[in-house]
């Protein structure tokens, strides 16, 4: 490996440690609790592996929370009317 070649790679992982802590630092001055920060940072793109070193939890911690938000994003769709089994409203019209 060429010393250019590490430096680039060195300051790749320089830089994305620098937006996990800028992304940090800006959901934090906006959120006031834990779990907000949490959903700015997965809602930026960070991985699991990011956002638990910025949150001090562990990767695997921070891919459950992951999950548990997809989860709850999904469970926030419209619930189709207990009579409507297609899953689709009806139309006025009959």
Not at 64 to 85: C, E, H, V, Y
């Amino acid at each position: 490996m060429s010393k250019a070649s590490s430096e680039t790679e060195l300051l790749a992982e320089i830089s994305r440690k620098l937006d996990s802590v800028l992304a940090f630092l800006s959901a934090s001055a906006a959120a006031k609790d834990e779990g907000e920060v949490f959903r700015r940072l997965y809602e930026n793109g960070h991985s699991a592996e990011e956002i638990g070193r910025v949150m001090g939890i562990t990767e695997n911690a921070a891919a459950i929370r992951m999950t548990r938000l997809r989860q709850k994003a999904g469970k926030s769709q419209p619930k189709a009317r207990k009579n409507d089994k297609s899953g689709t409203e009806e139309s006025p019209a009959g």
